[in-house]
C-alpha cells in the first residue's frame, strides 16, 4: 500500500436506540512467548480484542456516566477487568454528543486472548458474551425510561 504500514481491524455492532455496542478486534506483529523471560517472537502475532459502548444523550445512563473511570460503577460493570477506556465525542457549539467507553482484553491472565484470531475462536464467547450483558443492560435501562415516557 504505498508504504504505508495500514492496520486492519474488524468490528460487530448492536446498535439500539439510544447506545451502540462495538466488539472490536485487531492485531500487532510480535508476540512475548515467555513473559518470566522476555522471549520475544518479532513475527509472531498478538491478538487483541476491546468491548465499546457508545452512549447518546437519550440514554438514561448518559447524565450519570462521567469522566473519572473509576466512578461509573455500576453502568459500566459488564466491561472486562472495568472500564479502562473513556472518550467523549463534542460537537461545534462544545456539547457532549456521545460518550464512549471500553475495555481491553489485554490483563493479567488474559493470554488466551493473544491467540484468538476470529469470532469464532473458542475464547471469543467471553468477549461476545461480555458484550450482549454490557448491551442488555443498557437496553433494560432505555426500555424502563421509555416505558416511562409512555406511562
Request: some cysteine; proline content about 3%.
Amino acid at each position: 500500500m504505498n508504504g504505508y504500514d495500514f492496520k486492519k481491524t474488524e468490528s460487530w455492532f448492536l446498535k439500539s436506540d439510544s447506545f451502540t455496542i462495538e466488539v472490536k478486534h485487531w492485531y500487532t506483529k510480535g508476540k512475548i512467548l515467555n513473559s518470566s523471560e522476555m522471549i520475544f517472537d518479532k513475527n509472531g502475532i498478538t491478538h487483541r480484542w476491546n468491548v465499546y459502548v457508545y452512549v447518546f444523550p437519550e440514554h438514561p445512563f448518559f447524565n450519570k456516566l462521567v469522566e473519572n473511570l473509576n466512578d461509573n460503577y455500576p453502568y459500566l460493570e459488564e466491561l472486562h477487568y472495568g472500564c479502562t477506556y473513556c472518550n467523549w465525542v463534542y460537537d461545534v457549539s462544545g456539547k457532549v454528543k456521545v460518550k464512549q467507553y471500553g475495555s481491553d482484553y489485554a490483563h493479567l491472565h488474559d493470554e488466551h486472548f493473544e491467540d484468538c484470531d476470529n469470532e469464532n475462536h473458542p475464547a471469543a464467547r467471553e468477549i461476545f458474551f461480555d458484550a450482549e450483558r454490557l448491551y442488555d443492560s443498557f437496553k433494560e435501562a432505555e426500555n424502563k425510561k421509555q416505558g416511562e415516557i409512555n406511562e
